[in-house]
């Protein structure tokens, strides 16, 4: 936020994404993602976690945990930041 006014952007044309995704990392730290759809197919989303474990999709022995970061709690903090800052709104990416 503090570089709007340094770059001359007006609060009402900054909107913020909202990534409808989930990502980790594997043991070697290979990055792993699933978009929403694949992630509820392979566990039940209730909206009150961020944080899921699931089988790693290229070693099934193996569970990483994975970020969603948009339980009901976290979605509320980004409306918050868009709300408290004056910013346009908000989207989903």
């Not at 909206?47 to 948009?70: G, K, L, M, Q, R």
Request: hydrophobic share 35%; proline share 4%.
């Amino acid at each position: 936020m503090l570089y709007i006014p340094t770059h001359g952007v007006p609060k009402s044309k900054i909107f913020c994404g909202v990534g409808f995704y989930a990502k980790g990392e594997d043991q070697d730290n290979t990055a792993i993602s699933y978009d929403y759809r694949e992630l509820v197919n392979i566990i039940t989303v209730d909206n009150t976690e961020d944080i899921f474990y699931v089988p790693n999709p290229t070693n099934a022995s193996e569970t990483v945990a994975i970020e969603f970061n948009n339980s009901e709690q976290s979605l509320q903090s980004k409306v918050n930041i868009v709300r408290n800052n004056g910013l346009g709104g908000m989207m989903c990416l």
